[in-house]
């Protein structure tokens, strides 16, 4: 562990040299990824150095019980050394963790799309609860949400709903949602009280940056048409909204949220960027889930995750076997808990897979 200790300071004294030269500067490209890297390896160099400060001490204070005779610096000495051994452990494991190679697009901003699945009208406003759930969210992490493009159910809630997070850490937070959220209640619709089963589907996609993604406009088709909804008389009047189609693949995207054809073409360019991104992306993830038949991080985005059973109050995630039964704050936005648990299987996972103990 030590001699990766050494290493990851190296490559720490490195980048702080080169994110200073001028032909990485101009280069924004490397620029970023050197500043990513610069700010993870922060992190890891700070745990270094109280590592290290702790093994000095403890070494330091084993070597005072051997050679010492005053009774008060022994005493000192053995305090040292209990502080020590008591704190090494748990440092240890968090530098293990850190020591797990990050997924590069964990840092990355995020477009989540949310479709009503089965169940019709109850699907539609099930889907209104999720986005509301992940919104509040969202604002407890301090996140900026902005609105791409909806469609709404016949009785509330959405058909599909797409907006756009961006903050610290987005993707890596929020990727472990994607899949098919099952709920269980009795909808408003329902006149005998019967509960019935709905679902809906959830993409979280990282934002792809430009240089991620390189797409030729004289393969996308560009419409556009009148945005519906409320927002005024020039919304519905004028051209405002916009559809990309990317012809080779068929995705596509719009967006009818802003007044400006302009600002409506460059949001609905994020989503076919991303959308084209996590297409790439998918294939990998199914791939890695292959080789560890992991079902956290699988690409499946068929896979059903999670159910919300109103009647007992319960969210239960199936990837994990974790039941909470908090359901009513859960569906406000209090979903940290879960996500914690995902993150700390995966990386257990992770750990297992790299078959060593550091």
């Known amino acids: 562990m030590i001699e990766k200790l050494q290493i990851i300071q190296q490559r720490f004294d490195e980048v702080s040299d080169l994110i200073i030269q001028p032909n990485i500067i101009s280069d924004q490209k490397r620029y970023i990824q ?13 745990k270094i150095k109280v590592y290290n400060t702790l093994l000095s001490n403890l070494q330091e204070a084993e070597l005072l019980l051997k050679n010492e005779k005053d009774s008060e610096m022994i005493a000192m000495a053995k305090m040292e050394v209990e502080s020590a051994k008591e704190q090494l ?10 020591l797990i190679p990050k997924d590069p697009d964990d840092t990355k901003n995020v477009v989540i799309e949310i ?7 109850e699907a539609s406003i099930f889907a209104g609860d999720l986005y509301r759930m992940y919104t509040k969210y969202c604002q407890s992490k301090n996140w900026n949400v902005s609105f791409v493009d909806s469609s709404d159910g016949t009785s ?41 089963t709905s679902a809906s589907t ?61 600002k409506n073409k460059d949001k609905a360019l994020k989503v076919l960027r991303s959308r084209l991104y996590e297409l790439e992306l998918s294939k990998k993830l ?26 007992q109050g319960r969210v239960t995630d199936h990837r994990i076997g974790i039941t909470l039964y908090d359901l009513p ?30």
């Open 34 to 46: 050197l500043n990513k890297e610069y700010k993870d390896l922060s992190l890891m160099v700070e």
């Open 89 to 98: 452990p748990g440092l240890e494991e968090e530098i293990k963790f850190l």
């Open 115 to 121: 479709r009503a699945g089965t169940g019709g009208d």
């Open 156 to 196: 509330g809630g959405f058909k599909e709903v797409i907006f756009e997070v961006s903050g610290e850490d987005v993707y890596g937070t929020l990727k472990y949602e994607s899949g098919v959220h099952r709920v269980q209640r009795v909808p408003q619709t329902e006149t005998q009280g019967r509960v019935h």
């Open 202 to 262: 959830v993409m979280v996609l990282p934002e792809a940056e430009e240089f991620d993604v390189e797409i030729d406009m004289n393969e996308v088709r560009i419409d556009y048409f009148c945005s519906s909804g409320p927002g005024g008389q020039s919304v519905n009047t004028t051209y405002s909204a916009v559809r990309l189609t990317h012809e080779p693949t068929g995705i596509v995207a719009q967006c009818q949220d802003q007044k400006s054809q302009h």
């Open 286 to 311: 199914a791939s890695d889930a292959e080789k560890r038949n992991s079902l956290v991080s699988s690409g499946d985005r068929s896979a059903k995750i999670r159910t919300y059973n109103y009647p």
């Open 329 to 358: 704050n859960f569906i406000n936005g209090d979903i940290q808990k879960i996500i914690d648990e995902l993150k700390l299987y995966q990386n257990t996972e992770k750990l297992k897979e790299a078959g060593e103990v550091l």
